[in-house]
């Protein structure tokens, strides 16, 4: 019996704070509006996103010159969804010409969401069958090759 009013005694102890504990937590989930961490650290990008370096002519940028939301879009890009958007994955048709031309189903389209928008917005990464990726933030006006390495 001695054994038993210990262990309670050291149970009841405990209780008061394991409560504290899951309360703090509760509220720090809470706080954070219940998402979870990205899967990497702000301002490190795994490698895979994109080329190494440029295929084509066009402006280059870094994979980190994205916005946070372009580089989550080249995540699951890589990871093959799940989109936000069912036009995700759709053919590009390149109808203003500034991508190089290449067979028709060649580039698809991805939204890069665009915060406070209520509709897809202006954002796009473009992806080639040879994993080129191409950002736009203007609908299509104007395009940059997304690099892993070196912008210019």
């Known amino acids: 019996m001695p054994g038993s009013l210990l262990l309670t005694r050291s149970v009841t102890r405990r209780t008061p704070l394991l409560l504290l504990l899951a309360v703090l937590a509760l509220a720090l989930l809470t706080a954070c509006g ?15 996103l994109a080329p190494a370096s440029a295929t ?4 280059t940028m870094t994979v980190a010159e994205l ?3 372009g580089i989550e879009t080249l995540r699951l890009i ?11 994955g759709s ?9 190089p031309q290449q067979s028709k189903g060649f580039y698809a389209e991805y939204t890069v ?9 202006a954002r796009r990464i473009i992806g080639g069958d040879d994993g080129s990726r191409f950002y736009t933030d203007d609908h299509y006006s104007s395009f940059r090759e997304v690099v892993s390495g070196e912008g210019s």
């Open 56 to 59: 084509t002519n066009l402006d």
């Open 113 to 121: 969401e665009t915060p406070g928008s209520d509709d897809r917005g």
């Open 34 to 48: 219940g998402k979870t961490a990205p899967a990497t650290a702000p301002g490190v990008v795994e490698q895979g």
């Open 67 to 69: 916005p946070p939301e």
């Open 91 to 99: 053919t590009f048709q390149n109808r203003e010409g500034i991508l």
């Open 78 to 88: 890589m990871d093959g969804g799940p989109f936000p958007y069912s036009k995700d």
